[in-house]
């Protein structure tokens, strides 16, 4: 079992910046793709970005991209979701994510954390 518990969320104006985090614990954090998905009220579930064990593949949803970076640090077993130039359709619960492939299909990540609240105001 992988845990994975959020944190850096909160309230930011429009064109501000947040680093979210996300620090795994558990059996093993070893060679899992980590993900970072969103949802927004009223919406499904949707995917924002993604980071091979490695590094060396990643993947952003258009919405996102130049906008926002995804990075890992293993030897901390923590990912990390650097969000600038913010925008008020960004506003959405925020979730990490583990798999052992990689995509952006949420049906493919096996393990969740329970999310960390990101609000962009006008």
């Known amino acids: 079992q992988v845990q994975l518990v959020e944190s850096g969320g909160g309230l930011v104006q429009a064109g501000g910046s947040l680093r979210l985090s996300c620090a795994a614990s558990?059996?093993?954090?070893?060679?899992?793709?980590m993900g970072w998905f969103r949802q927004a009220p009223g919406k499904e579930r949707a995917f924002v970005a993604a980071?091979?064990?490695?590094?060396?593949?990643?993947r952003y949803a258009d919405s996102v991209k130049g906008r926002f970076t995804i990075s890992r640090d293993n030897a901390k077993n923590t990912v990390y979701l650097q969000m600038n130039s913010l925008k008020p359709e960004d506003t959405a619960v925020y979730y990490c994510?583990?798999?052992?492939?990689?995509?952006?299909?949420?049906?493919?990540?096996?393990?969740w954390g329970q999310g960390t609240q990101v609000t962009v105001s006008s």
């Open positions: 980071i091979s064990w490695s590094s060396t593949t990643i």
């Open positions: 994510a583990a798999s052992a492939v990689h995509g952006s299909d949420s049906s493919r990540y096996d393990y």
């Open positions: 558990g059996r093993t954090f070893t060679g899992y793709v």
